[in-house]
């Protein structure tokens, strides 16, 4: 992992190490690959998230390097969820999340972003702890409701790309910064392909409800 941190190339005056290079299209594979609900989604996550991890190590951002560690752990429950919940034809089953669920992702988030800025900074652990937490907390509630196949995992994953850009720049990512750029435009793509796909997998359930009576 040392030769992939310190050796990399220049990319318009901007140099990029082999490990953010790999880190992050690995990270674009994922999105891509969650579009189209596979399974390989959550391995080439786990390649992703230990390139990442030593990237942001590195480049002292705690809560970047912490997340990575919880997010290989949910990946580990994402491909066990989705592997149970697969369906020959249309992939893994996904739906909408119901009123209690998505106030459940908007309180863990906003709960969870506090304590993780509270504690990043007592720990000086990160020089912007506020939104460093945020895409800390913000990556493990996407990660989980993309696990339990609900659409409004996408919308989590705007938020976090919201933030994540400006932090990218300031910490002199700037491909990693390009890269979240790109994820707004997958990620809003993705949302839309979750959706149709909820509302044809809503309306085949009555017909197999109805054909297993």
Known sequence: MEFMLHHGLTVFGQWISIAELAGQVFALAVVFLAQRRTLWT???QVGATVLLFSVYLSAHLGGLATRQVAILAISVYGWWAWSRRSDPVYGVVVRKGSLTERLVMLGAFAVG??????VLDA?????????DAAIFVGTLVAFAAQGAGLVEFWLVWLVVDAVGVPLQIQSGLYFSAAVYVVFAGLVVHGWWSW???ARVA???EPQVMAASS
Not at 113 to 118: C, E, F, G, P, S
Request: proline share 12%.
């Open 195 to 197: 959706n149709r796909s």
């Open 123 to 131: 720990l000086h652990a990160s020089w912007a702890p506020w939104p």
């Open 42 to 44: 959550w391995p080439v």
């Open 202 to 204: 809503a309306a085949r």
């Open 113 to 118: 972003t506090t304590a993780m800025a509270l």
